[in-house]
């Protein structure tokens, strides 16, 4: 790849500056954490052209005419991604009108699509996407719902425009153990009946499609968008993605998806260093909070700092969420932190890139800085996981993103209280 | 509460010949006393630190000497007291006990389930009466983890539902059975106030009674002082005339002893405009607002700030959950700071408060690049002396100097990195924490016989 690269570079040489050059990006010197097969480069150079990352390297010759981004000093990844956010679907959480993450009233909200709900002009992206975060899982709410099959989460990219969300349907999700059980009639024996029930109707449904339409079917419980909905799901396209904490709850998650061959992610996972061996044999990856150590809940009493770095050890897929959207940006400490707690580094690093990435299926195009991904590059004046490290610059699918926000700008009205201030602000 | 004790005894023997005996002030406070007594404590000797002394220094190779409870001496290169137990911290930080001035642990602890529920009491806008002491769970899980982040003193205060929640607790983070066993000694009472949208949501959109709006809070608040000074004024006349003795009336009292400067005014309120207008109604009433908490906006009104010299108790970087913190800036605290007002950065969270030190270093980095020019031995000032002043306790704690309480950590790095934990943790000269040695770490009631092994914490 470096070589088609490196033979392009020299055709534009010969043919001179040209208008190709224009959305041409290189992004020199920084130390990169390719998260690939190349490690980590000392000193080296990314090349963009349009969306798309076209070289990877130490000794990669500047395309002429391509905007330069100094990173010398500094310190290069992949764009970060949020496994589990409300971006575009929760403005101000306690302003109930700019809140779309979940639909009450019904048993089953397996259809429901939240995809339809989001918003791009969110003022949540650009303080968060400024700040590192290039692409998210918007997720419905697992703790606001009436539902223990929430419904359907959607994969967006931060840089704005038509084609920000890069997957309608990337997940579904569930929720099990105490907060399932409140939802399905007091039992979180019940919240497994309830997610029982459904993907047996939709199995049906899936097998005798034209009987149902034609009413020589036996009824469902699960709704004719319910049941188009969990058709992927048992089809292994997309993954059934459980809010559950307590060790035993995730041992009997492990089960139901051995039965239905679904392909399960653990969200939460407060005690999953306690099932860590089973988690590992069944290929159960766990997207978690990393701060989330206290006994919150009778579910979490084994909660520690050290999940992350006890899964990761067992050969557990890690994934870190904000679960929220107004400070996404704080992975990259939740990160530092599950380091700090014995964790790997580039398995944290990958906790926030390459391995969400994976659960959504887009790994291919995404997650790690090599030719042919999607041009998600971020530039860090230090070490990204260190709380005092900041963003340089953000790049999304090729784009440099302004790095403002209404937060900064917000900064810079009231830098100086002086009275001099045009009035209204004195 | 050494100084109401006092001046009540005082009052007592002054007044006792000529008007009538104030209602017993001194049993009162004698009643609910602190019972925490620092353990004796050998000599110890922290030598080769990088110290951030809380006054806005830093000393490399610095000596900290702890001594009965308290520090002794601090400087570089001073020679360790012969007998001293000398702790090697070459290559790593020193800093004073942080200091959380917004907590609810022991009030709304963990497992935090409906029957934890201790925080709130939501029935009036009005229930300065109660004392978030009454409701302190000492088995709370979150002290520990509180104190392996270095935690030693913390000020728990009732919820913000309320107009005037009630009496917060000023304690030192020991395990104790008791909640009077951590009380910190002769910590002024402070009193829980809360502006904005949570009263106005709990009672006007909740339950269709006043305050319905931010005019009907003001209104609540003003009205509450009108009868808080007639009442201080009732006491004042009987003590000086004597007569009959007035009736107590425990809301009144709270709030009168804000009115006669014995009980320090924190109060939650986000947007600069009513903090504003909170700065008025102090006037109005001669009170001092010692802090606003949450307060989102203070970067707006810092001048405001420095000139009432209240302090602003903000977050890192919370916001957007409501829409009076629709307009946080991540450099708050330290445009507060560069206008000569008192910045604090405080916690509200469970979570948060095992990791105050990265939320000043997130604040401390973003300033710095926006131009703001702030230095660790600058930016530790908020979560140490700054907090510690704001509770009332800034000659006890909360600084690295000779004479104050032996509140120390030992970091395992700089403290304003990500990858940095608290090694040890002293409180009045006691080993409370070590990482290297779990049995010193206090270990709660509830967790015991959990099967977390290495669960819960560190």
């Known amino acids: ?426 | 509460m050494y100084t109401a004790r006092l001046s009540g005894a005082f009052l007592i023997l002054l007044l006792a010949a000529c008007g009538g005996e104030p209602h017993d002030e001194a049993t009162q406070a004698s009643s609910y006393a602190s019972t925490y007594t620092p353990a004796a404590t050998e000599a110890v000797a922290i030598v080769n630190a990088t110290a951030l002394t809380g006054t806005g220094e830093r000393i490399d190779a610095a000596t900290i000497v702890m001594m009965d409870g308290r520090i002794n001496a601090v400087g570089a290169d001073l020679a360790p007291p012969r007998g001293a137990i000398v702790v090697d911290a070459a290559g790593k930080w020193v800093t004073p006990g942080i200091i959380d001035v917004h907590s609810h642990l022991g009030v709304y602890p963990s497992p935090s389930v409906a029957a934890h529920s201790d925080g709130n009491e939501m029935v009036d806008p009005n229930t300065a009466q109660v004392w978030a002491e009454h409701a302190v769970w000492p088995q709370d899980p979150g002290f520990a983890l509180a104190l392996a982040g270095g935690v030693t003193t913390l000020q728990v205060l009732p919820g913000s539902a309320n107009l005037f929640g009630g009496r917060s607790v000023t304690l030192k983070n020991v395990s104790s059975r008791t909640m009077q066993g951590m009380k910190f000694p002769g910590a002024p009472y402070g009193l829980k106030m809360a502006c904005g949208e949570n009263p106005k949501r709990v009672y006007g959109t909740g339950k269709g009674s006043a305050p319905m709006t931010r005019m009907g809070n003001v209104a609540g608040y003003r009205d509450a002082w009108i009868k808080a000074a007639a009442y201080q004024k009732k006491w004042e006349t009987f003590a000086e005339n004597g007569g009959e003795e007035p009736e107590r009336d425990l809301q009144l009292e709270t709030l009168a002893g804000v009115l006669d400067g014995e009980i320090l005014v924190h109060n939650h309120c986000y947007r600069a405009d009513e903090m504003a207008v909170m700065l008025d109604v102090a006037r109005e009433f001669g009170y001092q607002v010692t802090a606003f908490h949450h307060a989102v906006e203070a970067y707006k009104i810092a001048d405001l700030l420095a000139e009432s010299g209240t302090c602003a108790a903000v977050w890192a970087d919370w916001w957007g959950f409501k829409v009076e913190a629709f307009d946080a800036v991540r450099e708050n605290a330290a445009m507060v700071d560069a206008a000569g007002a008192c910045a604090i950065v405080h916690s509200d969270s469970d979570t948060g408060i095992q990791r105050l030190n990265q939320e000043t270093a997130k604040i401390m980095a973003s300033a710095r690049r926006s131009g703001w020019e702030v230095t660790p031995e600058r930016a530790i000032v908020w979560i140490t002396a700054n907090a510690a002043a704001a509770l009332g306790v800034g000659d006890q704690t909360g600084t690295l100097e000779a004479g104050k309480m032996a509140d120390v950590v030992i970091w395992d790095g700089n403290p304003f990195s990500v990858y940095a934990r608290a090694e040890q943790v002293y409180i009045d000269g006691l080993l409370t924490f070590d990482r290297s040695d779990p049995e010193i770490a206090p270990q709660s009631d509830f967790m015991l016989g959990l099967d977390v092994e290495g669960g819960s914490g560190q």
């Open chain 1, 1 to 426: 790849m470096i070589r088609t690269v490196t033979i392009f570079v020299a055709l534009l040489a010969l043919i001179g500056p040209v208008k190709a050059a224009e959305d041409v990006v290189a992004i020199v010197g920084g130390r990169i954490h390719t998260l690939g097969p190349e490690g980590t480069i000392e000193r080296g150079t990314v090349v963009i052209e349009g969306n798309r990352i076209v070289a990877v390297g130490e000794k990669i010759r500047v395309p002429v005419g391509a905007t330069i981004i100094d990173a010398a000093g500094k310190e290069v990844t992949p764009g970060l991604f949020d496994a589990h956010s409300y971006f575009g679907v929760e403005e101000i959480s306690l302003v109930e009108t700019t809140v779309d993450r979940y639909q009450m009233g019904t048993h089953l909200t397996a259809g429901f699509d939240i995809a339809d709900a989001i918003n791009p002009d969110s003022t949540l992206i650009p303080v968060n996407r400024i700040e590192g975060v290039t692409r998210a899982a918007v997720a419905p709410s697992s703790t606001e719902g009436s539902a223990v099959l929430v419904g359907r989460g959607a994969v967006i990219h931060l840089g704005g425009g038509d084609d920000f969300i890069t997957d309608r349907h990337a997940a579904m999700y569930a929720v099990l153990g105490e907060g399932g059980g409140a939802l399905a009639g007091g039992s979180r024996a019940a919240a497994l009946l309830a997610l029982r029930e459904a993907l047996e109707d939709a199995q049906d449904w899936t097998a005798h499609r034209d009987e149902y339409d034609s009413r020589q079917r036996r009824g469902y419980v699960a709704s004719r968008p319910d049941l188009e909905a969990l058709a992927p799901l048992l089809a292994g396209r997309i993954p059934l993605i459980a809010s559950v904490n307590r060790a035993s709850d995730i041992e009997a998650a492990i089960r139901l998806a051995d039965e239905f061959r679904l392909r399960l992610v653990v969200l939460g996972g407060s005690e999953a260093w306690k099932v860590a061996p089973q988690l590992a044999a069944a290929q159960v990856a766990v997207m978690l909070d990393p701060l989330a150590n206290l006994p919150a809940s009778f579910d979490r009493l084994g909660a520690t700092l050290e999940n992350a770095a006890r899964l990761q050890r067992a050969g557990v897929s890690v994934a870190f969420v904000s679960s929220d959207g107004h400070n996404a940006r704080n992975l990259t400490q939740s990160a530092g932190n599950a380091v700090a707690h014995g964790m790997d580094y580039d398995e944290a690093l990958r906790a926030i890139t390459v391995n969400p990435a994976r659960i959504f299926g887009i790994d291919r195009s995404y997650g790690t800085l090599q030719p042919g991904k999607l041009a998600d590059v971020v530039v860090w004046s230090g070490d990204p996981l260190e709380v005092t490290s900041f963003a340089d610059q953000v790049v999304i699918e090729g784009r440099i993103i302004p790095m403002t926000s209404r937060s900064t700008l917000l900064r810079d009205r009231y830098r100086t209280l002086d009275k001099a201030m045009r009035p209204g602000y004195r």
